[in-house]
Structure formats: C-alpha cells, structure tokens
C-alpha cells in the first residue's frame, strides 16, 4: 500500500489537506467480481476512503473490516429518501454506525419530489427534519446533484429553491461535471460554492469538456485549482470524491489516472 493511502484522514486535515475517496460506483463492477481486491486497488492507488452507493450484500461488520484492515476510511454513502424515512431511519442509521460513516447523502429524489418548486420546498422541509433527526447521532444528511437542478423551474433554479430552504447541517455535494451538463459554467461551479459557503462538505469532482468527451478529471474546462482554493476557505470541505467514468479507459485504470492527475494538481 502506498505511504499516502497510510496517512489517516484526522492526519491529512490537520496538514491542511483534503483526504480523496472514490465514489464506488464508478468501479460499481469491479465491485461486484471481487469487492475486497477491488478495495485494495483504490488503496494502493492513494485514495484515502470510499462513497459507498450499495453494498454487495455485505454486512455493516464486514464492510468495516474490509475498510480498517486496508485503512481506508468511509467518506459516505449515496441512498436513495425512502432508506431515511419511516421503520427504515433506524436502521440507516445503526448500519452506518457501524461502519463509521456520518455522511448519508441522497442519490436523487423521485420525480414527484421535483416537479415543481412547491415540490422542492417540500423536499427541504423533510431534509431538514431529516437533519435534526440524525444530529445527535452525529450524523449529516445531504442532497447530490444531476443536470436536472440547473434547469429553470418557475423561474429559479431547484438548486437554489433548494439550498435556500435547507438548514445549514444539509450538505451540499455539488457534482462537477453534472452540473455543467446542467448549464453551470466552469465559473459558475466556484460562484456556487461561494454562495453557500461551509455547505459543499463533501463534493464530487467530475470532469466536463466542450471539446473532448473522453476527458478525464485535469483534461478539461473545469477550474480546478480555483475550486481546491475555495472549498479550502469557503466549502468548509472534508472529503473530495472522485466520481468519474471515462469512453476509452476501464473503470479502474480511469480511477488510477483521476488521482494520479489531482495529486499533481493540488
């Protein structure tokens, strides 16, 4: 393993550094084949946690020492609403303790919790019940964007409906790349996470190019020496999250190429 995957996460803040995790379903089959061989990759490659989305039938126990015994910490997990909601809260709640993980971050919402911006302020309204529910577990809830956020609805962007009605305790995990698809420009990404500062905790870095649809993370428009200064000072930012696929590369070469390329960036 290598010397940086060695370093803990408490060790790289305290440096002043951001840790990175892989979102896994980037690698989701990988996965699949070999859970465990795939894990150490990525920690050899020098991520230092994962984003689960899924668990391969794995229980909270054994997804624990997989990730201790390759000393790879739990950056979060993506989760569709209805796991937060109702006889389910609970046990969300005590899988994740058990894995270590506080940030519990909603995939996307169902069509019906978006079509309008009645719709969207509901959406807040439960996020921040949510939030308050999971505070003295110590535990954050949070919202992760596609394109569809950035699309005008009655006027405003959801995105913003959204964010301008949630509590401060609901992470805000911009995606990169999908946010470009969605209409932001590369300017818009940092005026984004200037507006909400001390929300973008956890963030997902994925590249978007108007020329080069096989870019990977560094290859294309995103300002990402700006974004590393702002979600230092602004974003209040614990973990970057590599969620990245690519045309010409397997899934796991990508992954290795993502980190290789942030490393020399930061």
Not at 163 to 176: H, S, Y
């Amino acid at each position: 393993m290598s010397s940086e995957s060695n370093a803990s996460t408490e060790e790289n803040q305290k440096m002043g550094k951001i840790p990175i995790a892989i979102q896994l379903f980037s690698i989701r089959e990988d996965c699949a084949r070999d859970l465990r061989g795939t894990l150490e990759a990525v920690a050899n490659m020098g991520y230092d946690g994962v984003e689960f989305a899924g668990y391969y039938g794995r229980s909270a126990n054994e997804l624990r020492k997989m990730l201790d015994d390759l000393q790879l910490k739990v950056a979060g997990t993506h989760l569709w609403i209805e796991a937060l909601l109702g006889d389910e809260f609970n046990k969300t709640v005590e899988f994740n303790r058990i894995m270590g993980n506080k940030f519990l971050i909603v995939a996307a919402f169902p069509e019906e919790w978006r079509k309008s911006r009645r719709s969207w302020l509901e959406s807040a309204r439960l996020m921040n019940e949510i939030a308050g529910k999971l505070r003295p577990e110590g535990m954050r809830v949070g919202y992760h964007n596609h394109a569809i956020e950035f699309h005008p609805l009655e006027g405003e962007m959801p995105w913003d409906t959204f964010f301008g009605a949630t509590v401060r305790d609901v992470v805000m995990q911009l995606d990169t790349g999908n946010a470009i698809s969605g209409g932001l420009t590369p300017d818009g990404i940092l005026a984004m996470i200037s507006k909400y500062p001390g929300r973008a905790n956890t963030i997902h870095l994925r590249e978007h190019s108007s020329t080069n649809d096989r870019a990977i993370i560094g290859e294309g428009d995103i300002k990402w020496k700006e974004l590393f200064s702002l979600c230092h000072t602004i974003g209040r930012t614990e973990w970057y999250v590599v969620e990245q696929g690519s045309k010409s590369l397997p899934p796991l070469e990508c992954a290795r190429r993502c980190i290789q390329n942030l490393r020399k960036m930061m």
